[in-house]
């Protein structure tokens, strides 16, 4: 079941298996030593998909100048069944009703360029390092 939530109408439990989820991926998973708990959360819409088993797709549209999409996320024991694909629609869906004609940032991962690039999204930089892990930063604009 999809959700699309602000961060007032996200549970304490909820919430609670978000940031688990997002250490688990980014932090553990990823061997990467950050301050992942930002403070940008209040200010965002949390679209996150779950199943019997909680919450097995995850991203953030963040509401600030320029609006971004981050902290996508497929929880490992669910990655290469279309899922991410899935999420992303989601977050387009939500960015055409709400965000029409806005320029939209992305900082990802520089290995999934072909992945949001299929979303619409150009690469607007270099490949970069950001806490050891390459990046690139990309945007999306409705024509």
Same mark, same amino acid.
């Given at each position: 079941?999809?959700? @699309? ?8 439990? =909820? &919430? ?7 250490v688990a991926v980014f932090v ?16 965002? =819409? #949390? ?17 600030? =100048? ?16 279309? &899922?991410? $694909? ?8 939500? @960015? #055409? =009703?709400? #965000?029409?004609?806005? &320029?939209?940032?992305?900082?990802? $991962?520089? #290995?999934?360029?072909? %992945?949001? $690039?299929? %979303? ?8 970069? &390092? ?14």
């Amino acid at each position: 079941m999809w959700h @699309v939530n602000t961060f007032e109408e996200l549970d304490t439990r =909820t &919430l609670e298996e978000i940031y688990r989820l997002r250490v688990a991926v980014f932090v553990v998973e990823q061997e990467c030593a950050y301050q992942e708990i930002d403070g940008k959360d209040a200010n965002c =819409t #949390h679209i996150y998909k779950t199943d019997e088993t909680g919450i097995i797709a995850y991203l953030r549209i963040v509401h600030e =100048t320029p609006v971004s999409i981050g902290r996508v996320i497929v929880r490992q024991d669910r990655r290469k069944g279309g &899922l991410g $694909q899935e999420l992303m629609r989601q977050a387009m869906d939500f @960015v #055409h =009703t709400n #965000h029409q004609g806005e &320029l939209i940032y992305l900082h990802g $991962q520089a #290995h999934l360029e072909k %992945f949001y $690039q299929s %979303f619409g999204f150009r690469t607007t930089s270099d490949v970069h &390092l950001e806490d050891g892990i390459p990046h690139i930063d990309m945007e999306y604009k409705e024509n």
